[in-house]
């Protein structure tokens, strides 16, 4: 999966300077690190996640991750069992969401950088987060994993707003909006 990882985030694009330099400091972290994909490498390790829309685009799908309190779109970190970082975004949105069959664009749509107070026993820990966009099948009806204290279809216009998940961040808004852009 390492050789996969590099692979992805060297052929991948970024829209902007800044998107450019994290991917270079990601592809600089699994240079340096041979176990930079697994939890155990600290403090920055990469993970995945996926930003699930409805089949018409105009609905995201978010948990209430349950050790934040915030809203986010799915992911967490990378398995043994995983063969590529798309596979591990594919995953963790299927468990956590409760949705079968999700379709992934195998293409990253965002990259970032965030501590996680929470993630280990040190403190200190960086994700190092590769994002993916996978669309729901119609009719798709989620389910609260344990992680998560809620799982809901929000209308993307609602994100940023008062009536949008509560704690919604800038950065959400702009995530969906690349992740939307990359599936026209």
């Known amino acids: 999966m390492h050789r996969d990882a590099l692979r992805t ?3 991948w694009v970024p829209p902007t300077a800044d998107q450019a330099a994290l991917r270079d400091r990601f592809g600089g972290h699994l240079y340096d690190f041979p176990d930079g994909l697994d939890r155990s490498c600290y403090p920055d390790h990469l993970t995945a996640s996926t930003v699930v829309l409805s089949p018409d685009r105009d609905r995201v799908l978010l948990t209430l991750h349950a050790r934040a309190g915030r ?3 799915f992911g967490g970190h990378c398995e043994p069992g995983d063969a590529r970082l798309v596979d591990a975004a594919l995953r963790e949105a299927t468990e956590e969401s409760g949705i079968a ?3 992934i ?3 990253p749509v965002h990259l970032d950088e965030h501590e996680v107070p ?5 403190g200190g820990v960086h994700h190092l987060d590769v994002r993916f966009v996978a669309v729901a099948p119609a009719g798709a009806v989620p389910a609260v994993s344990a992680e998560s204290l809620d799982v809901r279809w929000w209308p993307v216009r609602s994100l940023g707003t008062p009536s ?4 919604g961040s ?3 808004v702009e995530v969906v909006r690349l ?3 990359r599936l026209e």
């Open 9 to 11: 985030l060297t052929a």
């Open 71 to 73: 809203w986010f779109q």
């Open 101 to 103: 069959g999700l379709q």
């Open 105 to 107: 664009d195998p293409v």
């Open 118 to 122: 929470f993630c280990g026993d040190r």
């Open 164 to 167: 949008g998940p509560p704690g």
């Open 170 to 172: 800038t950065e959400l």
């Open 179 to 181: 992740a939307r852009s």
